[in-house]
Antibody, heavy 118, light 110 residues
Framework: EVQLVESGGGLVQPGGSLRLSCAAS????????MHWVRQAPGKGLVWVSR????????SYADSVKGRFTISRDNAKNTLFLQMNSLRAEDTAVYYC???????????WGQGTLVTVSS | QSALTQPPSVSAAPGQKVTISCSGS????????VSWYQQLPGTAPKLLIY???KRPSGIPDRFSGSKSGTSATLGITGLQTGDEADYYC???????????FGGGTKLTVL
């Protein structure tokens, strides 16, 4: 079954770090752009970051630029999001998503909750 | 403040039709493809429409998408109680170089 599974979320203090992972199964992971999208509790979807198929190109939302780093390991079909200098406003469910063609997302993970609080 | 503007809520009776609008600008909707997502309570978003008006395999033809200028519209016919969800539009913004989403529209099937 085609599947994306996130892990790595949890409770972290302001200023702390977390590394999220997104494991892909039976998916042509290697040939696709991958993205992270987040959703604060009770709020809408917000795009966070993207990475191209070979990992050579990345981009970020202004709100996370310089603090978050997206990467991927194509040998292990895994996407990562390294989050540093976390703030309370980073609290959200983080989804990984596969881009189908033109910034449209045909597969989503189940999400992993990141809570930044002291 | 989202780059794309959607109505916060819409409602209609079972069996009826509803449309959800998504308004943007020339830097996003005006020059890029629009996609639509359905998010049922407590679940991840699901792709309903891509490339303005195409449906992925498995999405019933009750769902349709259109685009005109800097606005896009999602249409749902034959409403069912199971359609109650939040709906989001999304696209690329060429000026900001980011993906942008609408604020979401909550559909209630009365």
């Amino acid at each position: 079954e085609v599947q994306l599974v996130e892990s790595g979320g949890g409770l972290v203090q302001p200023g702390g770090s977390l590394r999220l992972s997104c494991a892909a199964s039976r998916l042509i992971f290697n040939n696709y752009w991958m993205h992270w999208v987040r959703q604060a509790p009770g709020k809408g979807l917000v795009w966070v970051s993207r990475i191209n198929s070979d990992g050579s190109r990345t981009s970020y939302a202004d709100s996370v630029k310089g603090r978050f780093t997206i990467s991927r390991d194509n040998a292990k079909n895994t996407l990562f999001l390294q989050m540093n200098s976390l703030r309370a406003e980073d609290t959200a469910v983080y989804y990984c998503a596969r881009e189908k063609s033109y910034e449209d997302f045909d597969y989503w993970g189940q999400g992993t909750l990141v809570t930044v609080s002291s | 403040q989202s780059a794309l503007t959607q109505p916060p809520s819409v409602s209609a009776a079972p069996g009826q039709k509803v449309t959800i609008s998504c308004s943007g600008s020339s830097s996003n909707i005006g020059n890029n493809y629009v996609s639509w997502y359905q998010q049922l309570p407590g679940t991840a978003p699901k792709l309903l429409i891509y490339d303005n008006n195409k449906r992925p395999s498995g999405i019933p033809d009750r769902f349709s998408g259109s685009k005109s200028g800097t606005s896009a519209t999602l249409g749902i016919t034959g409403l069912q109680t199971g359609d109650e969800a939040d709906y989001y539009c999304g696209t690329w913004d060429s000026s900001l170089s980011v993906v942008v989403f609408g604020g979401g529209t909550k559909l209630t099937v009365l």
